[in-house]
């Protein structure tokens, strides 16, 4: 069996994923991928002075959960390590903020884990996704029409957000926790259907895998390719930027004439940034919002377009994104 102790030292050590003496919150739900973490960052914790804590985010979905919060404290306790557990009513929020469980359960446990992480003082926190989780996140991503930057899928760190076993596969991670005899717990709504991840776990990539039996560590790849085309282009972009950027004007703005001098890519990628600096986002402008914007960046002044919390408007020599104007004073 292949030594994932040591690829995953390997693994952290190539993207900097920790530093000797860090603390580390370990998200564990007690399943093979998360007690397989657990246990490889224990193995580890030694050689670099690892200060670990193990954090249990209940949903209130499963009854099960509640011996599992027992069962993962049992784990951390034998391995030396610290634990945390905390209880999220996430059907009651999906119901009050008329959201899907599956994303308000993915919000709280990552707000739940930064609290641990502040409150126990360490430096970042593990989580067990591995490469099989990678395939689908591009695949999730290419069905909603992302763009690279979808594509590039999970990083192995981003943020405090760490990931040390994106470079195995669930099969060698399953393989580990046998040959380990970790007590695995088996969480039922895996095999639940309703959840869009599940049924590109259980379906479509089984279909892809008659056409690409590589199918997953092909995904792999190409996240691996687009996240380093990825780099160079927003490194460009930050440039260009820069170079376009007219800092004298009372809103962010861009010279007309040098953005639409720029390739194509960057032009989007321009003006994506102005958005995200006129209006703080970090979400992403929507694509036909970008093209509409970049349309009226080739007409001539007192052009505009209202665009959610901001508005583009035109100059005889600038492109800018000002706020929004109320609808009131619109008519």
């Known amino acids: 069996m292949k030594d994932l102790v040591g690829c995953v030292a390997d693994y ?30 224990s193995r580890l914790a030694p050689l670099s002075r690892l200060k670990l804590t193990a954090c249990y985010v209940h949903h209130g979905i499963r009854k099960a959960a509640d011996e599992e919060v027992r069962l993962v404290r049992r784990e951390a306790l034998k391995r030396r390590c610290g634990f945390a557990y905390q209880y999220a009513d996430v059907p009651a929020l999906a119901r009050r903020e008329k959201a899907s469980e599956e994303a308000v359960g ?44 979808g594509l590039c899928g999970m990083a192995p760190r981003r943020g405090e957000i760490i990931r040390p076993l994106l470079g195995m596969t669930k099969a060698e991670l399953a393989a580990y926790a046998a040959a380990r005899h970790l007590p695995v717990c088996h969480d039922e709504t895996n095999n639940e259907t309703r959840y869009r991840r599940n049924r590109i776990r259980l379906e479509l990539l089984p279909l892809l895998r008659t056409y690409n039996p590589a199918i997953t560590a092909d995904l792999n790849r190409l996240a691996e390719i687009v996240s380093a085309d990825e780099a160079f282009l927003d490194e460009a972009a930050a440039a260009a930027y820069q170079a376009c950027r007219m800092p004298d004007l009372s809103v962010p703005a861009l010279a007309k004439k040098k953005l639409l001098t720029q390739p194509l890519a960057l032009q989007r990628r321009l003006i994506r940034r102005l958005w995200q600096e006129a209006t703080g986002a970090q979400r992403d402008l929507p694509f036909h919002y970008v093209e509409i914007i970049r349309d009226l960046a080739a007409k001539g002044a007192g052009k505009q377009f209202q665009c959610g919390r901001a508005r583009a408007y035109t100059t005889r020599t600038a492109l800018c994104l000002g706020p929004a104007v109320p609808c009131r004073e619109r008519r």
């Open 12 to 41: 952290a050590a190539a993207h900097h994923l920790w530093r000797e003496g860090s603390g580390i919150v370990v998200a564990c739900s007690g399943g093979p991928d998360s007690l397989a973490l657990l246990d490889i960052l």
């Open 106 to 149: 993915r919000r709280e446990r990552y707000r739940i884990l930064r609290e641990t992480a502040r409150a126990c003082g360490a430096d970042c926190i593990a989580t067990a996704h591995h490469a099989d989780d990678q395939a689908e996140t591009v695949l999730l991503h290419l069905l909603r029409g992302s763009g690279l930057d």
